[in-house]
């Protein structure tokens, strides 16, 4: 050995450098999360800061969702053409550098600008890093490699995303959401970089789209918007969601129209579908994303608008679950890698979970605290982590390089999807049962019953002790009262929200499982089908999915 070679640093081990990149897809997953939920919590102060109109800061919103669908799909294309290592790289660099730049601006057009950039890099980096996951580590450790991807894709943006902006927005100011994803999404870059793990194979190169992806973009925008804002314009009875629905269905339309007609190059890879597991599990993640989406909208609005939560108190509410989530996620990759239990064995325990969690939420009332509502949050938690690892799994496990970053984007979108369809039907059960409501209690208060005057007569006698005329008293306790029944109103109707998802479950659950068997069938008969070709003489049959 020579003094130099002496000299040099030892070479780290290769777990340690794959290990490198596992935590910077993990880290580049949750700077996506942060950014991606800055308008959760953080709508009032933006609105305020930027000036804008309710109809100009939807731009933001509709912009980050819309391109982040648009670049689920566009991943394959650029994984295909460039290193998945390299796509990762590039997009979070582009998503910490757009989030540098939104927080030094208040411009609205710039911040709309920022807004499209963020989403489609959100969109590119979480198919891609995921990619990498699957094709570049162990087929036997995806269980515990996918729980850890999960936390910063899934559990991250309905638990620990919610609660640190909440403290930023009370303690600071919503730039600082911004700035807080600089350093996550630099240190991930790093770890990339430096980190190192057996370069995952490439499929077929893909040439670009250059017809499907504007139609589906445009698909993709138009409906963020109608699902966004078609519950404030109350839907159809504004021209402009009519004109917006009309134009995205007919540009989703002919988009599917042009991926049939390509039938190969398309961005849309139809074979994905020959999977009966993949099928199956595209449209659990459309009903789960529905309920994973809406419940994250669900309890932070029920609590600062009924309860009259603080944004960290909201946040807050969710942390908790997290650490449930995670829990559940390693539980279920445990018994997957050590046990060798199905996949799907543990969907319906998480389902039942979720629908019970739902169902204990909706017995809240107006008086009901963090402590009331803490176990049917923490009952959420365990159930979504039950679900979603083992869909995931169950989407993917039989997958090859050549298909697998195209089965991730079509998944994720549906899934987004999903989300975005729950929590606008959600919101619009919730407007509407807020009048509704109202008009019913306002009804009852009108008719002067005893237990109604008793309290106008009450509340009065204690404001004028105070000291207050009994005229001004009189009129203080009709507005209170008035703002007791608003308060109701709005707690009777987030309890039905909440009692909506446990009941799309409820019918859902029957639906998935007669799906399950019907997919089944089907498999088993396209094995039988092509065994006896096999046995016939036919030559052999070139499989769909290649294990790696």
Not at 26 to 54: F, K, Q, Y
Not at 358 to 369: K, T
Request: charged share 10%; hydrophobic share 60%.
């Amino acid at each position: 050995m020579t003094t130099l070679d002496s000299l040099a640093p030892p070479a780290r081990p290769a777990a340690t450098l794959g290990f490198l990149v596992l935590a910077g897809i993990v880290l580049a997953a949750l700077a996506e999360a942060i950014a991606g939920t800055v308008l959760l919590l953080g709508r009032s102060d933006i609105i305020g800061d930027i000036h804008a109109t309710p109809d100009e800061f939807a731009l933001l919103d509709v912009g980050y969702t819309g391109a982040k669908l648009a670049g689920f799909l566009l991943a394959p294309w650029m994984t295909s053409r460039i290193d998945a290592r390299g796509v990762l790289v590039g997009s979070t660099f582009a998503m910490g550098l757009a989030c540098a730049v939104a927080a030094l601006t208040t411009r609205l057009d710039l911040l709309v600008a920022l807004r499209v950039v963020q989403g489609l890099s959100g969109g590119v980096l979480l198919v891609a890093g995921q990619a990498i996951v699957f094709l570049a580590f162990p087929r036997s450790r995806q269980p515990v490699l996918q729980a850890l991807f999960a936390l910063g894709a899934v559990v991250a943006p309905t638990t620990i995303a919610p609660a640190l902006q909440g403290w930023l927005l009370d303690s600071q100011s919503w730039t600082w959401i911004f700035y807080s994803v600089i350093p996550l999404a630099l240190s991930a870059c790093g770890l990339l970089l430096i980190g190192d793990c057996p370069a995952p194979a490439r499929g077929a190169m893909r040439r670009f789209d250059w017809v499907g992806f504007p139609l589906v973009s445009i698909a993709f925008f138009c409906l963020a918007y109608v699902l966004s804002q078609g519950s404030r314009w109350d839907w159809f009875e504004a021209p402009r969601i009519l004109w917006l629905t009309t134009i995205g269905l007919a540009a989703l339309l002919a988009f599917l129209g042009h991926q049939v007609a390509e039938r190969k190059g398309g961005l849309l890879d139809f074979a994905l579908f020959r999977s009966s597991d993949f099928s199956f599990a595209f449209i659990v993640s459309f009903v789960a994303g529905a309920a994973l989406f809406g419940s994250a909208f669900l309890i932070p609005a029920f609590a600062v608008s009924a309860l009259a939560f603080t944004p960290i108190d909201a946040g807050l509410l969710l942390l908790p679950s997290g650490a449930l989530f995670a829990a559940a996620l390693f539980a279920v990759a445990y018994l997957m890698q050590a046990r060798g239990v199905a996949s799907f064995a543990t969907v319906p325990l998480g389902i039942l979970m979720i629908m019970a969690a739902m169902w204990m939420l909706s017995g809240s009332s107006g008086e009901s605290g963090a402590a009331d509502m803490m176990p049917a949050v923490l009952l959420r938690g365990l159930g979504l982590g039950f679900l979603f690892l083992s869909i995931t799994l169950i989407a993917f496990g039989g997958f090859g390089a050549c298909n697998l970053a195209a089965g991730i984007g079509l998944f994720n979108a549906g899934r987004q999807l999903g989300g975005l369809m729950g929590v606008a039907a959600l919101q619009t059960m919730i407007d509407r049962d807020i009048v509704g409501n109202a008009v019913v209690l306002v009804s009852e208060v009108a008719r002067g019953a005893p237990a109604v005057i008793e309290r106008l007569a009450t509340v009065t006698a204690v404001l004028e002790a105070k000291g207050m005329e009994a005229a001004a008293a009189g009129r203080a306790a009709v507005a209170l009262m008035a703002r007791a029944v608003s308060g109701q109103s709005a707690v009777i109707a987030f309890d039905t929200a909440f009692n909506a998802v446990a009941l799309l479950f409820l019918f859902a659950a029957p639906v998935l499982v007669a799906l399950k068997r019907i997919l089944s069938r089907r498999a088993k008969a396209a094995e039988a089908a092509v065994r006896l070709v096999r046995n016939g003489g036919a030559g052999k049959q070139s499989p769909i999915f290649v294990q790696t």
